[in-house]
């Protein structure tokens, strides 16, 4: 959950103030943000202030929480902040005082309350059906366009020769390769370090991941950024199984429609028909509850013919370091093959056993420990869950999913790999005295950039020089003038960018 | 005159440490400084790669590792 919502969120941070006050415009967007992005705290002092005719003051606002929770208040506020939702204004008394930000006010409270309508949530479809799309072939869409793009990147088309293979448009080809997801040379498509660690992610990350590319790229095929965001979220509140208008929508909007119907994240008959299909993929890119993904993990990855449902996980692992997955997905197969030793081979189950060896292979391709972990959790069986349930009932702490002894082994087989640490850097050294090295070092730790010193050796280790180098000089210039009004040097101390300060001194 | 220097700070045990150290002394191509303390040492950034994989040599064939066999 938390890495799912930390890239978007991410990303989000990073834009410029005057491109939220764009994408605030839209109620759509506006709740999509509130749901997925926020921490409950924060929504909480939405929900509080966003009635209020006049701004709340900090220190009312403040008492709500109990003084044990002051971090998770003050990390709820940091993210309003970033996100520019919350801002700090002077009352008439002049006590600061909390606002919600304009642009998103209006917005949520017409997502909340209604409004005139203003398409801002999509259109439902009028035109009768003659071929009912269901749930159910929505979900067999997205999974077979989502497990062709996988499988593109992982290279499985040569596993499953009698799969039929997902025609995956130039655009999609190109996106993965311009976020270096993949390599393509000639022929050959190469997956990068980038794009395993990609590939062992939930999908409901992958997806934000492949959207923000999208977003990025956007501009370099001629789209305005903001569009295509804030058209995302828009996407993002529809409902799963409804078919919606392309009449009143701009050709910015279609383009990126066709383009995601590309990974499977929306459906529609043809380019040129009258109304889409947002898949799962796309509903559940906003929704706060994590559960809701689970569906489409489970009909990505469990055994052919489940319609996903509750029991969506398919691997068991043995303290023993044994593995057996049930599934005949050959994605799935390859993925697990990363980092194991698999064995056999049957209709509905392959077996395997992680070891030091297919561990350390998995790292040196540039998968981590934690990446491997939360795969198997994500897709352990119901039996291990059921079996960790049983254990923790009656005790404290709930008992892991996995067995701690190979979760274990597997974080130490990666250390094994990272014997050292290195920081790129630059070393201060040659300090004449303790005085003079003590006031850089000290600046140093308090502008961030300090990574190592030693008092007795009068060095230390900054990521960034610039400032600290600068500070030097500074100092340098304020001994030199206290100097020179003291002893009347002759003018060998001087420096070349600051003559006239020696001068005028004396 | 205090100086700057750039490099890689590179933070180890004390074991890799010392093999670094006896990397060195054959042409001393890798410290940049010697921290003196047990487990830190600056080194020059372009060498970071080589070390690795002459490090992961010489560990694969000194450690030891427990029977890997499969036996299933």
Known sequence: MASATSRPLEYLEGLPGTTFYKLYQQPSTALAIFRRMLPDLAKCFVMAVLYLKDPLPTADLEIWVNSESKKERDNALSILGRLHILSTTLTGENVRAYMITNPFAASLRQALTGAEDSHSFGVFSQAPEHTLTSIANLDEYARRQWEGVMGYMVGTSALSGQRDTVNLSKGVKQLLQAGHLVEIRGNRVDITKDGFGFVLQDVNTQVWHILILYVESAEAIGMDSVEVLSFLFLLSSLELGSSYEKSHMTPNQLRTLTDLADFGIVYQEHADATRFYPTRLATTLTSDSSALSNPVTGSLTGPAGSSGGSGSGFIIIETNYRLYAYTSSPLQISLISLFTNLKYRFPNLVTGKITRQSVRRAIEMGITADQIISYLLSHAHPQLRKHSAAQSSGKGVPASVLPPTVTDQIRLWQLERDRLRATAGFLFKDFTSLAEYQAPCQYAAEIGVLVWKSDRKRMFFVTRHEQVAAFLRSQKFEKQETRSLGVMDTGKHVTKSRPMAFYTAT | ?72
């Open chain 2, 1 to 72: 005159m205090p100086r700057a220097v750039r490099g890689l700070l590179i933070e180890c045990d004390p074991s890799i440490k010392s093999m670094i150290l006896k990397y060195d002394e054959e042409r001393h191509d890798y410290i940049v400084e010697d921290l003196d303390d047990e487990n830190h040492l600056v080194i020059k950034e372009s060498q970071l790669q080589n070390l690795k994989v002459r490090l992961d040599q010489d560990l694969d064939e000194k450690i030891m590792q427990l029977d890997e066999s499969e036996s299933e």
